[in-house]
C-alpha cells in the first residue's frame, strides 16, 4: 500500500494462513524450489564462477524482492563477502544513479537486485555511466528478470553480463533429458511451446499420475476417496523424472533443490538466454 504500512489477512480480506490448511494436513506442492534458495544461489555463483566479494543491492518494495535480497546479503556474508549498501527505490523513480555511483567509489564489483524487470533492469541501463560494462561489472536477479525480453529492451547496450536465477532445473541441459524434449518438439514444434517450465510442468503431472496409481492401488483397485489421493503426493520420494529424482519435503517443497542460472544473451531481446550453470542444494541447504 502507498503508506507501506503492515496489513493484516483480515484487512486484506484474504484468510490467515491458519485457515489455509485448517486440518493441518499439507495440501500444497511444488517442483519448483523456494525464493530464498534463489538469492542463495545467486550469491554462491556470483562467489565461484565470477569471483565477486564485494557487492551492492538495490529492491523494490515488494516481498518478493526483499526476500531474494536478503537471503542473497546473507548468503554472500558467509561467504566472506560484503553487502557494501542496499538502495531500495519506487516503481516510479528508479534513479539510482547517485547511489551507484557510491558503490563504484566504495569498490563494488557486481549488483544484486531483488525485484522485477519493470523496476531493475532500467537501472541496468544507468550502470553503463558509472560501471565498466557488461560482463565486467554483472548484475544479477531473480526469476523476475530471467527470461524477460522486456528486461533486455530495458537494459539496452548493458544487458550482457545480466545474470539471473531460476528456481527450477534446466531441463534443455541434462543429457538425460534429450529424448525427452526431442520428441516434445518433434510434436509441438512451435518455438513457443517449450520453454524453461515444460518439463517440470512434465515431471508435476507425472507426480500426479503416481500418486493416483498408488492410491488405486491401495483400495485394491477401486476408485480411491479423495482424501486417499490428497494424502499420496506427500509420500512422493525417489521418482525418476524428467528433470531428476523427485519427492517432497514436510512443506511440500521440492528436495531436487537446484537453482538454474541464465546470461542474458546480448541487445536482442528474442534470443534465448544462455545456461550459465546450476546451484544444487538438494544435499545440504545453505543456511
Not at 541441459?173 to 520428441?183: D, M, Q, Y
Request: aromatic share 8%; net charge negative; hydrophobic share 45%.
Amino acid at each position: 500500500n502507498p503508506a507501506r504500512t503492515p496489513i493484516s489477512c483480515k484487512v486484506a480480506g484474504l484468510p490467515p494462513a491458519s485457515d489455509l490448511r485448517p486440518s493441518h494436513v499439507n495440501n500444497f506442492f511444488r517442483l519448483t524450489t523456494t525464493d530464498e534458495l534463489q538469492g542463495a544461489a545467486a550469491a554462491d555463483f556470483a562467489v565461484e564462477k565470477l569471483h565477486v566479494l564485494r557487492a551492492a543491492v538495490i529492491t523494490d518494495h515488494e516481498l518478493y524482492g526483499q526476500g531474494l535480497a536478503g537471503a542473497f546479503n546473507a548468503r554472500l556474508v558467509r561467504r566472506g563477502g560484503t553487502v557494501l549498501g542496499h538502495l531500495d527505490v519506487e516503481a516510479d523513480n528508479t534513479d539510482a544513479t547517485q547511489f551507484l555511483k557510491r558503490m563504484n567509489e566504495a569498490g563494488a564489483q557486481a549488483i544484486y537486485f531483488g525485484g522485477v524487470s519493470s523496476v531493475g533492469c532500467a537501472i541496468r541501463a544507468q550502470m553503463v555511466s558509472v560501471f565498466a560494462p557488461g560482463e565486467a561489472t554483472p548484475f544479477l536477479g531473480g526469476d523476475g528478470i530471467a527470461h524477460d525480453p522486456n528486461c533486455i529492451l530495458a537494459a539496452g547496450a548493458n544487458s550482457t553480463g545480466v545474470y539471473a536465477t531460476a528456481p527450477i532445473v534446466d531441463a534443455a541441459s541434462l543429457p538425460a533429458a534429450a529424448t525427452v524434449i526431442g520428441e516434445f518438439k518433434a510434436k509441438f514444434g512451435r518455438p513457443t511451446d517449450f520453454g524453461p517450465y515444460t518439463m517440470l510442468a512434465y515431471d508435476a503431472t507425472a507426480t500426479l499420475y503416481a500418486a493416483l496409481n498408488r492410491a488405486i492401488l491401495a483400495g485394491g483397485g477401486r476408485l480411491p476417496s479423495r482424501e486417499a489421493v490428497t494424502a499420496e503426493p506427500a509420500r512422493t520420494i525417489g521418482l525418476e523424472g524428467v528433470t531428476g529424482v523427485l519427492g517432497f519435503d514436510a512443506a511440500g517443497d521440492t528436495t531436487n533443490r537446484v537453482v538454474s542460472v541464465f546470461e542474458a544473451p546480448g541487445a536482442d531481446p528474442m534470443v534465448p538466454w544462455k545456461f550459465s550453470g546450476a546451484v544444487d542444494y538438494s544435499l545440504r541447504l545453505p543456511y
